[in-house]
């Protein structure tokens, strides 16, 4: 079974200072790892990906971290910006029935306060 | 490029009526997919298809069909419509190799009463 687990529906941290999401999964299977944002009344928008071989990947203000032992990742946003405020999804990625295929966290919602 | 386009916006439907939620991709990506998000969940994927004339199940494909002529498009039919299917459906698509990562439509609210 294939599960993807983001236990915090709500998170708020104050603006300029570190925002920190968290997902847990259970299958070693995944090949990436992937963060979207979603804005209300819009898609889900590609945030940022890190490979399964990987334990760090950064890119710009977001940084995502891999600690496979634990089946364990976070999301790390540094300074925190008013437009960051949104709902963050993690999803891993698997390859089955010859194709590539996301699951999902629940996803968190994220307040950033001025 | 607009990318992945989806109509209609929104749409309400009685139960037992039919419809077409439509796709477009101007990516020319093989991949293509159909996920429903009920509220405080995650995504779940309907159906997917990896290039024009092939399609498969994805994890909640029941009461649900597709079709895959061309690349570009990827219309999602609902054939007797019931309050269970109402929820806000996104398409995707993306090419293949890369890292995973799929480009999304606006969505599709669907409302069944």
């Known amino acids: 079974d294939q599960k993807v687990k983001q236990v915090s529906p709500f998170l708020s941290f104050q603006e300029g200072r570190i925002s920190i999401l968290n997902c847990d999964y259970t299958?070693?299977?995944?090949?990436?790892f992937l963060w979207y944002k979603k804005y209300p009344a819009e898609g889900p928008t590609f945030l940022i990906s890190?490979?399964?071989?990987?334990d760090k990947n950064e890119d710009g203000r977001f940084t995502v971290f891999l600690n496979k032992s634990a089946k364990h990742l976070s999301l790390h946003i540094v300074p925190s910006q008013p437009g960051d405020s949104a709902v963050y999804f993690c999803?891993?990625?698997?390859?089955?029935?010859?194709?590539?295929?996301?699951?999902f966290g629940q996803g968190t919602r994220l307040t950033i306060n001025p | 490029n607009a990318g992945v386009t989806q109509t209609p916006k929104f749409r309400i439907l009685k139960i037992g009526q039919s419809m077409t939620l439509q796709c477009t991709q101007d990516m020319n990506h093989n991949y293509m997919y159909w996920y429903r998000q009920d509220p405080g969940m995650g995504l779940k994927l309907i159906y997917y298809s990896v290039g024009a004339g092939i399609t498969d199940k994805g994890e909640v494909p029941n009461g649900y069909n597709v079709s895959r002529s061309t690349t570009e498009d990827f219309p999602l039919r609902l054939e007797l419509a019931a309050p269970s299917q109402t929820s806000v459906y996104f398409c995707a698509s993306r090419l293949s190799g890369g890292k995973g990562e799929q480009y999304f439509g606006p969505g599709t609210r669907l409302t069944v009463t």
């Open positions: 890190i490979s399964s071989i990987k």
């Open positions: 299958n070693s299977m995944f090949d990436y």
């Open positions: 999803a891993a990625s698997f390859f089955s029935q010859g194709a590539q295929k996301l699951v």
